[in-house]
């Protein structure tokens, strides 16, 4: 296909997909990456290199990846015109090259252009949020007992108030809404009706069981104990409460789960293992309470877009910080990874932050494409570096004896204790 502004490399294959939705990755699969805004220009390289250099080891240039820069963010606007931010072609080379990874790219608060990463993600229906939380050896943290926070959250990527769907205060489309809703649906509860800002929050049925699905999918395949839906279903009653129902249905229809003791909690045998797992659910709030303090008690968590974006960040901070939080995007065969921290514009250009979020968001990518002994190299390296207290400031600042190193830096200790 003929790009306008992306170039293909000379030499690669794509990844295809097949009926089933399995993925044929070649020895030199093109991976489309966007570099991102901030501290894109800091870490993205970083974890090119780091990413090359495993590969290069691991199979001594039997595979090897040919990337393929796609546009998005700011960059965009140079390279198309000063109004495109997400250019037709980089959504159609992401779709059909089927793998690729993703620095942050800036939102702007309050007004201009509405999110790029809800966009894609919304676009190219990456339906599932994927963020593990593990910690590593010797990375500081505020909790007693890091090692017991292994949690992998499938947060829901397409519905939510996340989803955009709002009105500013004044205009006559919010006004337009909120007499809707005063007149004809008998709305009593706007306290000011006035210069007020009106926002929807669509949850579905089919977008709960997709997301709900593959989260209990991914507790039978890696042998995890429990599946916890997390919803503030007490006060949002036909949203987060039927996310909960709908979630619960899941498990009882698909995974033939029982009421455990009576319920609501329910569990099924592991059909791998004989295992038992557990799906249960727990309130919002309370649930940003259990994880400070009974992290060990919570395995894969399924949630709402937006609670999934909260609990993720808390979660990192228990590890060490978003600097070191990897993700991916999943639809049914497009997979697009990404670092769950946003570009921190005071930073960017500094060759300062952690590049442990992308680069740990790129092992994610290496094993969902099959190479194991690559994404193996990333974790040995990683956690050679942090053991060596090599580490860039954000750790630094909190590690005793640690050893400062610049973004890039980290990530050639990386390469050396693979
Ligand atoms: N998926 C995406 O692309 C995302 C994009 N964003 C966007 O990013 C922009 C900035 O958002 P903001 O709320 O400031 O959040 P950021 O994640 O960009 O930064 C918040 C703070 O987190 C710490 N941090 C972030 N990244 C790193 C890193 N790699 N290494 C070490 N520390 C890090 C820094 O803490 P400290 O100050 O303590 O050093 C930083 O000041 C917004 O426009 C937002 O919309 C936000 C999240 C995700
Ligand atoms: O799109 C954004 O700017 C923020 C997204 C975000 O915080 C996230 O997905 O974790
Ligand atoms: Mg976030």
Partial sequence: MGYQNIKVPATGE???????????????????????????????????????????????????????????GEKATHVYDQDTWMPKETL?????????????????????????????????????????????????????????????????????????????????EADKVIKFLREEMGVKNIRFPEQCGIGVKPVSEEGTKRLVRKAIQYAVDNDRD????????NIMKFTEGAFKDWGYQVAAEEFGAELLDGGPWMSFKNPNTGK??????????????QILLRPAEYDVIATLNLNGDYISDALAAEVGGIGIAPGAN??????????????APKYAGQDKVNPGSVILSAEMMLRHMGWLEAADLVIKGVEGAIANKTVTYDFERLMEGAKLRKCSEFAGDVIDNM
């Fill in 92 to 172: 159609e080379a992401i779709k059909d090259y089927v793998v690729s990874i993703k620095g942050p790219l800036t939102t702007p608060v309050g007004g201009g252009i509405r999110s790029l990463n809800v966009a894609l993600r919304q676009e190219l229906d990456l339906y599932v949020c994927q963020r593990p939380v593990r910690w590593f050896q010797g990375v500081p943290s505020p909790v007693k007992a890091p090692g017991d926070v292994d949690m992998v959250i499938f947060r829901e990527n397409s519905e939510d108030i996340y989803a955009g769907v709002e009105w500013k205060a004044g205009t006559p």
């Fill in 330 to 343: 999943l639809s049914d065969s497009v997979a697009m990874f990404e670092a769950t921290h946003g570009t």
């Fill in 276 to 289: 038992e797992v557990v799906v249960k659910d727990v309130i919002a709030d309370a649930m940003l309470q």
């Fill in 14 to 72: 794509k990844i295809t997909v097949n009926a089933d939705n399995s993925i044929n990755v070649p020895n030199n699969p093109i991976i489309p990456f966007i570099e991102g805004d901030g501290i894109g220009v800091d870490v993205s390289p970083a974890m090119i290199k780091v990413v090359d250099a495993a590969v290069q080891k691991a199979y001594n240039g039997e595979r090897k990846i040919s990337w393929m820069e796609v546009y998005a």
């Fill in 226 to 233: 429990s599946v916890t839906i997390v919803h503030k279903g």
